[in-house]
């Protein structure tokens, strides 16, 4: 009976060591990196973002394991300040509702999005945080001279970074090969990003010059497009960071005129015309922005082949003309007539 007890009480004691240690091990998590800053001097602009998890963490016990560079502890001074306020102006500027703070006595709290940048002296001309719509904190590494890049953007390999705040700390890696331009190819280029699940996979993006944080934007689609006057068209668009959409056009109608994906139906007394279709994003902030696809309506035309083949069986079949008599080209289905 008393063995029995004693494998009870180790089982519950091994249980609550790891529920204790996966709770602990959360306290923050690493979300993107910054990996390609843009500027010649890339080791003063490049920036870190993880969230705290659901109990404040102090700065003073932080520490940095940079795939490149020593760690250099953290700084907050006047510059630190006149930086922030740069980009808070900035982000006002574009229409944005949400600050950069940094954080008092070194608390930052629970639940907060952080930044951090790899110098106080890093440059608030390439690191625009956009219409950000959420108050994130933003700490400084005390670094004011190391221009080396922190991390490695070209070649081969795994990079690894490592904060640690004590008693927990996380780690993630990225392959630098696998890094991409702003047009999805797998090249070094300014504006690269790495961005992590809660359990480390990563994902690889770039949004050009800009800080770790999601970007508002929206496409459309194609700037032109065409098609028959009173003929339904699938329109398909794509937006960050907004809180609603919406498409719009002097005629026509939509499907579901709220949804990125919808359909556009125009009228068939509109051939001739260019009907501007706009999509508009709108973010938390109620800042709007929009993109607009022009479409061409063209006459509504039915290829004038006669309705009427008569056949013998065994015959020859006839070619049949790609081109209608009214010159409307297309493709038969089946291609050959059959004889049998």
């Known amino acids: 009976m008393k063995l029995q007890k004693l494998k009870h009480f180790l089982i519950i004691a091994v249980l609550a060591l790891f529920s204790y240690q996966d709770t602990f091990s959360q306290c923050f998590q690493i979300e993107s990196i910054l990996v390609d800053a843009c500027g010649v001097?890339?080791?003063?602009?490049?920036?870190?973002?993880?969230?705290?998890?659901?109990?404040?963490?102090?700065?003073?016990?932080?520490?940095?394991?940079?795939?490149?560079?020593?760690?250099?502890?953290?700084?907050?001074?006047?510059?630190?300040?006149?930086?922030?306020?740069?980009?808070?102006?900035?982000?006002?500027?574009?229409?944005?509702?949400?600050?950069?703070?940094?954080?008092?006595?070194?608390?930052?709290?629970?639940?907060?999005?952080?930044?951090?940048?790899?110098?106080?002296?890093?440059?608030?001309?390439?690191?625009?945080?956009?219409?950000?719509?959420?108050?994130?904190?933003?700490?400084?590494?005390?670094?004011?001279?190391?221009?080396?890049?922190?991390?490695?953007?070209?070649?081969?390999?795994?990079?690894?970074?490592?904060?640690?705040?004590?008693?927990?700390?996380?780690?993630?890696?990225?392959?630098?090969?696998?890094?991409?331009?702003?047009?999805?190819?797998?090249?070094?280029?300014?504006?690269?990003?790495?961005?992590?699940?809660p359990a480390g996979t990563a994902t690889y993006i770039n949004n050009g010059c800009s800080a770790p944080v999601p970007p508002f934007t929206v496409d459309a689609g194609p700037a032109t497009m065409s098609a028959c006057a009173g003929t339904t068209i699938s329109l398909n668009g794509i937006a960050q960071g907004y809180q609603s959409v919406r498409w719009s056009a002097a005629s026509g109608t939509f499907s579901t005129a709220t949804n990125l994906s919808t359909t556009y139906t125009s009228s068939a007394s509109q051939a001739g015309t260019v009907v501007a279709i706009t999509l508009t994003a709108i973010n938390s902030c109620g800042l709007e922005i929009r993109d607009t696809i022009n479409l061409t309506l063209t006459n509504s035309t039915t290829p004038n082949f006669p309705t009427v083949l008569s056949l013998c069986t065994g015959s020859t079949a006839p070619v049949l003309n790609t081109t209608s008599p009214n010159g409307i080209s297309g493709t038969w289905n089946p291609a050959v007539v059959s004889n049998t």
């Open 41 to 197: 001097q890339e080791g003063l602009n490049e920036m870190v973002r993880f969230k705290v998890g659901n109990t404040a963490i102090n700065t003073s016990n932080m520490s940095v394991s940079w795939p490149n560079n020593p760690w250099q502890g953290l700084i907050r001074n006047s510059v630190t300040a006149s930086k922030v306020a740069t980009l808070n102006a900035d982000i006002l500027d574009a229409g944005g509702c949400g600050q950069l703070i940094e954080p008092t006595g070194g608390v930052l709290p629970a639940n907060a999005s952080v930044i951090l940048v790899t110098s106080h002296n890093f440059d608030t001309d390439l690191n625009s945080f956009g219409a950000l719509t959420d108050n994130v904190y933003i700490i400084f590494q005390n670094n004011p001279t190391t221009v080396s890049g922190h991390f490695a953007n070209s070649g081969t390999g795994i990079r690894t970074l490592t904060i640690s705040f004590g008693s927990c700390s996380d780690t993630v890696s990225y392959d630098r090969a696998l890094l991409i331009d702003t047009n999805g190819a797998t090249v070094p280029a300014d504006g690269a990003i790495v961005q992590y699940t």
